[in-house]
């Protein structure tokens, strides 16, 4: 895999109103919706921490580490790092499959005057899944299937249902996936993502790991 990863130095986010606003609205989303719904109705979501999130995107963002400001969320629940990505000056995306998710973080996003797009697909583009192997979970790609590796061309076409640019036009990916999905985020990154595109994964809100593509 040839991905490297770059260390960040962690500063506190200076959370400014418009922050503080939107880490509310989405906090309180969410708070009401496990509330109506029981453990066994209620996607197995854990929300990451939003002050954590924006302080890893803002120094991304503040060192121009990423080679544009196109953002992708992969998996993004209540659509909280969409809308602090487009708060920093991204075109964001995200991408959800529950769709009382995509309804909802859509009307929050809505309420904020966020112009994020949320859609309603899986993270996997056509042709790639997760596969479950003795070792763990592992990527099925098109090349694995028939043995022939992917060129920058193949890379060119590849885009998300419902989404006019390629993904990779994507310069910014954020996941906050299970521990056992978390090298899968990895791989599908590596596999997908343009060189020079970084990928932000939250494990924890003491460990979030910055990646760029080599
Ligand atoms: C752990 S939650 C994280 C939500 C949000 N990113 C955050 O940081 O709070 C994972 C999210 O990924 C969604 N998800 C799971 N598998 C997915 C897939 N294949 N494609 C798109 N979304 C997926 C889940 O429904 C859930 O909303």
């Not at 121009?64 to 969320?73: A, Y």
């Not at 973080?105 to 309420?111: G, H, V, Y």
């Not at 920058?152 to 249902?161: A, N, S, V």
Request: hydrophobic share 40%; charged share 30%.
């Amino acid at each position: 895999m040839a991905l490297e990863e770059i260390a960040m130095e962690g500063p506190e986010a200076r959370v400014s109103d418009k922050v503080a606003r939107l880490t509310e609205t989405c906090s309180r989303g969410w708070e009401r919706f496990f509330a109506d719904h029981d453990d066994h109705q209620a996607p197995r979501f854990v929300p990451s921490v939003p002050e954590r999130v924006f302080a890893v995107l803002e120094e991304v963002t503040t060192r121009n580490l990423p080679p544009n400001r196109v953002f992708c969320e992969w998996g993004s629940g209540f659509g909280t790092a969409t809308c602090l990505a487009s708060l920093l000056g991204y075109e964001a995306y995200g991408l959800e499959i529950e769709e009382e998710l995509v309804r909802l973080s859509r009307a929050i996003a809505r309420r904020l005057g966020m112009p994020v797009e949320i859609l309603c697909t899986s993270l996997f583009p056509e042709g790639y899944e997760a596969y479950s192997g003795v070792d763990g979970l592992e990527l099925v790609t098109p090349e694995s299937r028939s043995d022939r590796n992917a060129n920058d061309e193949d890379r060119g076409l590849l885009r998300y249902d419902g989404m006019e640019i390629a993904i990779a036009d994507i310069g910014l990916f954020f996941a906050s996936p299970w521990p056992e999905e978390q090298a899968l985020m990895q791989q599908l990154f590596d596999a997908v993502a343009m060189e020079g595109a970084m990928l932000v994964v939250y494990h924890t809100d003491k460990d979030i790991r910055v990646f760029r593509k080599v």
